[in-house]
């Protein structure tokens, strides 16, 4: 029963989002709140496969850039969005299991795993950035080097093209994607292969003399996360009609790290608190103008990391605790006093 409880808390709030949002906001903060729903989702492909797998992976701007260019390269080429989105996520899974699997059935240690996703996300951006010649054509779709890939063709109605969707419909669409990530997530986690997936984080020389292939299970994770990541580009791809090399940026990998190590590892819904908190509160420093929001984003990470390591969840989960706990402990104290018949 405990374990229904989020996801029926999830469907309730998804729900709600859908159906009220679209009718209260205007255009323009819908767009808005749509990136962060987008945003949150690669947030939460990180917070699966570090949190509950263990593997820090820096590279995860390489599966969300993968996702944003196979998704524009693809939809161009096809001139309609039903293929182009299985492209978008065929191209960065298949990615992370071809690099999963020389880093985990090589038995890199983690240390290696962190330099080599990110030097893979760093290969990414320089070999993108340089391919603004003509040339450099896939298709009908220029890739468009340090300019990016403009006027793509954001999501229609499956396989009717000139049903683009509305503004309104596209954020439905990001929030049903969330929840759906975040409802499946969950399942998965509470299923037997997540259960094996959270003991490779606790003890994997354990895991391996029980009889599993931890190469295996965690090549799977990997994939998975990467999945989402690229789910995440191709919804990113869409919401601008554009995208360019800034998606493999060292910004935007160090940026998910932020999201799940200030909403709280080893949550899922952590990750995406942490990035609705972090996206807020850049565009509102952004806003002020008189403040570097690299400066202050800076200044909140170092706050987090000292002061509260275990995240925004974990702090809501310890005042409930001491909530609770407190009304608990009243009648306790003051039995022994109304026994004893003594004030």
């Known amino acids: 029963m405990n374990n229904r409880i989020p996801i029926i808390a999830c469907l309730l709030l998804g729900v709600a989002a859908i159906a009220a949002l679209p009718l209260l906001l205007e255009t323009f903060t819908l767009m808005?709140?749509?990136?962060?729903?987008?945003?949150?989702?690669?947030?939460?492909?990180?917070?699966?496969?570090?949190?509950?797998?263990?593997?820090?992976?820096?590279?995860?701007?390489?599966?969300?850039?993968?996702?944003?260019?196979?998704?524009?390269?693809?939809?161009i080429n096809f001139g309609e969005s039903t293929g182009a989105f299985l492209v978008a996520i065929a191209v960065p899974t298949l990615f992370a299991l071809a690099l999963g699997y020389f880093i985990f059935f090589g038995r890199i240690s983690d240390v290696y795993l962190g330099v080599i996703t990110l030097t893979a996300t760093l290969i990414l951006f320089n070999l993108v950035n340089s391919t603004s010649g003509e040339q450099y054509k896939i298709g009908q779709a220029a890739i468009g080097g340090f300019n990016g890939i403009p006027s793509i063709p954001t999501l229609n109605i499956p396989f009717q093209p000139d049903q683009v969707l509305s503004p309104e419909v596209f954020f439905m669409v990001c929030v049903a994607f969330l929840m759906a990530s975040y409802i499946g997530?969950?399942?998965?986690?509470?299923?037997?292969?997540?259960?094996?997936?959270?003991?490779?984080?606790?003890?994997?020389?354990?895991?391996?003399?029980?009889?599993?292939?931890?190469?295996?299970?965690?090549?799977?994770?990997?994939?998975?996360?990467?999945?989402?990541?690229?789910?995440?580009?191709?919804?990113?791809?869409n919401w601008g009609a554009f995208t360019s090399p800034t998606v493999f940026?060292?910004?935007?990998?160090?940026?998910?790290?932020?999201?799940?190590?200030?909403?709280?590892?080893?949550?899922?819904?952590?990750?995406?608190?942490?990035?609705?908190?972090?996206?807020?509160?850049?565009?509102?420093?952004?806003?002020?103008?008189?403040?570097?929001?690299n400066l202050m984003?800076?200044?909140?990470?170092?706050?987090?990391?000292?002061?509260?390591?275990?995240?925004?969840?974990?702090?809501?989960?310890?005042?409930?605790?001491?909530?609770?706990?407190g009304r608990r402990a009243a009648p306790a104290e003051v039995r022994p006093a109304s026994q004893g018949g003594k004030p």
């Open 32 to 75: 808005e709140l749509s990136v962060y729903v987008i945003m949150s989702i690669l947030a939460l492909s990180l917070g699966f496969v570090w949190g509950y797998g263990g593997i820090l992976c820096f590279g995860q701007a390489a599966f969300f850039g993968l996702g944003a260019y196979a998704y524009a390269i693809a939809a």
């Open 249 to 293: 940026s060292l910004t935007q990998s160090a940026l998910v790290i932020i999201w799940v190590l200030v909403g709280g590892v080893g949550t899922l819904l952590g990750p995406i608190i942490g990035c609705f908190f972090v996206q807020w509160l850049t565009s509102y420093i952004g806003g002020l103008g008189f403040i570097n929001p």
């Open 185 to 237: 997530l969950r399942l998965l986690l509470a299923s037997h292969f997540g259960r094996v997936v959270v003991a490779l984080r606790e003890n994997e020389l354990r895991v391996d003399l029980l009889g599993y292939d931890s190469r295996k299970y965690k090549l799977a994770a990997f994939a998975i996360s990467g999945a989402l990541a690229g789910v995440a580009g191709c919804l990113f791809a």
């Open 297 to 325: 984003l800076g200044a909140v990470l170092i706050g987090f990391v000292l002061l509260l390591p275990k995240g925004i969840v974990s702090l809501f989960g310890d005042l409930g605790k001491l909530f609770n706990g």
